[in-house]
């Protein structure tokens, strides 16, 4: 590679971001309001695979079942391997579902509660 070519591209790596990260993404909580509001299950997940990838949506269902299985008691361990994923991932989200009044554990209870069918 050339010296100009890597300079430039030094140059984009290092410009800031030009979305906001964090819980001010306007964009994300949009998404998540409409989500909400809809309350309509076959239009979230129609929206969403439109949305994302095949492969994100693979992604995403995964990390789904990784807090759910973390939940019900199975080592990170056998999780991983299942699963085929990092044991840093798996580690976030058993951190994040250890947190006081954390979304993952109140997703899973208010899906426990439902009924079946």
Same mark, same amino acid.
């Given at each position: 590679?050339? $010296? =100009? ?7 984009? $790596? =290092?410009? +800031?971001?030009l979305? +906001?990260?964090? +819980? &001010?993404? #306007?964009?994300?909580?949009?998404? $998540? #309001? *409409? ?17 994302? /990838? ?7 269902? @995964? ?16 999780i991983?391997?299942?699963?085929? &994923?990092?044991?840093? @991932?798996? /580690?976030?989200?058993? @951190?994040?579902l250890?947190?006081?009044?954390? $979304? ?5 209870? @208010? *899906?426990?509660?439902? +009924?079946?069918?």
């Open positions: 590679m050339g $010296a =100009r070519l890597v300079r430039r591209l030094v140059q984009v $790596a =290092r410009r +800031p971001c979305l +906001p990260i964090g +819980p &001010m993404n #306007t964009e994300l909580h949009e998404i $998540a #309001t *409409l989500l909400a509001e809809s309350q309509d299950p076959a239009f979230a997940e129609e929206f969403l695979r439109q949305l994302l /990838t095949p492969d994100e949506v693979i992604e995403i269902e @995964k990390r789904w079942l990784l807090v759910k299985l973390l939940h019900q008691g199975h080592r990170q361990r056998d991983a391997r299942d699963l085929h &994923m990092s044991l840093c @991932k798996i /580690t976030r989200g058993s @951190k994040e250890k947190k006081h009044g954390n $979304a993952f554990l109140r997703a899973i209870v @208010k *899906l426990a509660a439902k +009924p079946v069918g």
